[in-house]
């Protein structure tokens, strides 16, 4: 990927769209000394670019009912390409893994799971090791969360 630079004008377009993406064109332009059309161009560039790549509404779990966050340590004994391919297909129809990650360490995957209560992950977890063979998975259930966010830090 080509490495494109940014500005500090791009940079707080960034900003801006992170925290929220349903203002204007214009009072975005507002924000950082740009006339709408020239704004605009800057989204579109950015766009193009891959900087942004899609722009969502951020629910509430809780309002949702999925007031429990498990993170979820697998290990496997099985490391081919073709187990790791109907693995991460699998886990992937699963909408209530909301995060999946291959690691390095001791753990070789980690998930994040939202449920609606345990009973709920009990359900989720009997899918989950429905998908393929696992060695290993350890559940831990989050007491409080207290920093989640979406936005990615911009540096200049």
Known sequence: MENFSLDRIDRRILEILQSDATRSVVEIGEAVGL???PCWKRIKRLEKEGFIERR???LSRERL??????????RT???SEEWLEVFAAGVSRIPEVVEFYRMS???DYLLKIVAR???DYDRI???????ADLHDVSSSFA???IKSTTALPLFD
């Open 65 to 74: 009912g999925l007031g429990v966050t498990v993170i979820v340590a697998i």
């Open 77 to 79: 004994a099985r490391h």
């Open 105 to 107: 360490g001791e753990i």
């Open 35 to 37: 006339s709408a059309t």
């Open 125 to 131: 977890y009997r899918k989950l090791t429905k998908v």
């Open 56 to 58: 969502v509404a951020i």
């Open 117 to 119: 209560d345990i009973a």
């Open 143 to 145: 007491m409080q969360e």
